[in-house]
């Protein structure tokens, strides 16, 4: 067998061949000509070709899935999607920023990753019965819990402290604004936190607000001296879908309809600071439904298609992005996603007794490398993958608050919480079986989402 060619002596044997014939040399300038006159085009057609090779490989992994093969993608599979759809990363100031846009990103702090330290003295931030505004889901000490030690925790960063929260400074940040939460329950209990730590500065009943639509869909607190707004919008998966009331949520056969961000993106334009969240709507199964048609159609079987989890969730997370793209502008206003909310349902996935949950927890867990076994890290890689992608030209602020909340399994309201049909005799008797262990009571742990919120807003 011959020795392949080396990259020299080919392009040496390339160059003579290319003197020693003028046709070949005609035929260059010719090719030159063209590229100056069609070139833009031809960049154009290159790029179509790479968004449908990078369809096509998703549409393989998605049919995969569907036949019940291997959801894993290849490794040079999924550099070539990430190749061919990476965008140019957006490299502007941030808006509200007050450091320096030129500080070495090295010496930047994850002031995600740290570890919880006993703060008596500042925590809790403010009192669950001076802040009206908690909802009743929330509100644990007057619903009966007996302990508080769950709210005098600090998060500390192991390398930089976090910048103590300054509720006049926001306010301040926030003249003639508009701050929006959208997304879930858990989206509404920061909403709520982010309330009460600002009305600790507003002592004035009469001059903050707090209205509700009377589809439960749209909740606005005021603050008028301020004529800036902080509000939560109900919409669990950014998309339209059949679990849209706010009141009544349809629980099974979860469904959203393709392409649909604009219903309920007409109610956040306008928006200087806007916060998502969305996650655990969509961990039902392994795969979700998505609507390609109008809701009349949604009893069609042929008008909806089953998908995996991780495909229908980039869906919507890419089409948040593109609504952002789309309706706000990347130097007056900031976008930021709160990464998915744990859950402590499974007392073995910390080491005890199985057949618990967080019922009676008051103790954290201390191992810094805990997951627990509800975290679907595919789902959190599905964000990361599109925001370094192709929607790396959004500047969105992600607050990763998954690792730091797995900790928290004595966070929860558990069963110290509103309940909305009295409990059986049966729970009654187990109370675990009752336990809300998705939920967390206020004050407490989604006071330090907003800390870092803060943070990140002011200190990108």
């Not at 301020?226 to 009141?247: G, K, R």
């Not at 048609?293 to 593109?322: C, H, I, N």
Request: aromatic share 12%.
């Amino acid at each position: 067998m011959k020795a392949p060619l080396s990259t020299s002596s080919t392009c040496t044997s390339v160059a003579k061949k290319a003197r020693s014939s003028p046709l070949l040399l005609v035929l260059a300038l010719f090719l030159l000509c063209i590229s100056f006159l069609y070139g833009e085009d031809l960049k154009e057609l290159l790029a179509r070709h790479g968004e449908e090779a990078s369809r096509l490989i998703a549409n393989t992994y998605s049919n995969n899935i569907e036949n019940g093969q291997s959801t894993a993608l290849p490794s040079e599979v999924a550099e070539t999607m990430t190749r061919t759809t990476t965008k140019r990363k957006w490299k502007g100031r941030l808006a509200f920023a007050l450091n320096d846009e030129d500080e070495d990103e090295d010496e930047v702090c994850d002031v995600f990753s740290g570890s919880w330290v006993r703060d008596d003295a500042e925590h809790p931030l403010y009192r669950e019965e001076a802040c009206p505004y908690i909802h009743p889901q929330l509100t644990c000490q007057a619903r009966g819990r007996p302990d508080t030690a769950y709210q005098r925790w600090r998060w500390q960063p192991h390398d930089c402290t976090l910048p103590a929260f300054d509720a006049v400074r926001i306010l301040e940040a926030l003249r003639g604004k508009r701050m929006l939460y959208v997304g879930d329950s858990l989206g509404r209990g920061q909403f709520a936190s982010m309330v009460c730590l600002l009305q600790s500065a507003i002592p004035d009943a009469g001059a903050r607000s707090f209205e509700m639509s009377a589809d439960q869909q749209h909740t606005v607190f005021t603050a008028r001296e301020y004529n800036a707004t902080v509000e939560f919008y109900w919409a669990p998966f950014l998309l339209e879908s059949n679990s849209d009331n706010a009141a009544v949520h349809r629980i099974s056969e979860r469904m959203v309809r393709r392409g649909s961000i604009g219903y309920h993106g007409r109610h956040w334009e306008g928006v200087d600071v806007i916060v998502f969240n969305t996650y655990l709507w969509w961990c039902t199964g392994l795969r979700f439904r998505i609507l390609n048609g109008p809701w009349e159609d949604g009893g069609k079987e042929k008008a909806w298609e089953w998908v995996s989890t991780e495909e229908a969730y980039g869906m919507a997370f890419r089409d948040m992005l593109q609504w952002v793209r789309d309706n706000m502008d990347f130097n007056t206003t900031r976008v930021f996603f709160t990464s998915m909310s744990p859950t402590h349902q499974k007392s073995q996935d910390w080491g005890d007794a199985p057949g618990h949950n967080c019922y009676n927890e008051t103790t954290m867990i201390e191992d810094p490398g805990y997951w627990g076994s509800d975290g679907r890290r595919s789902v959190m890689r599905v964000t990361r993958e599109i925001l370094d992608g192709d929607g790396a030209d959004v500047p969105l602020t992600f607050l990763n608050i998954t690792q730091l909340s797995m900790y928290r399994k004595d966070a929860h309201t558990s069963i110290y919480k509103k309940q909305w049909s009295q409990p059986t005799a049966a729970q009654l008797a187990d109370p675990k079986t009752y336990a809300d262990c998705v939920h967390w009571c206020l004050p407490g742990l989604q006071d330090t989402w907003n800390e870092l919120l803060y943070s990140k807003l002011f200190y990108p």
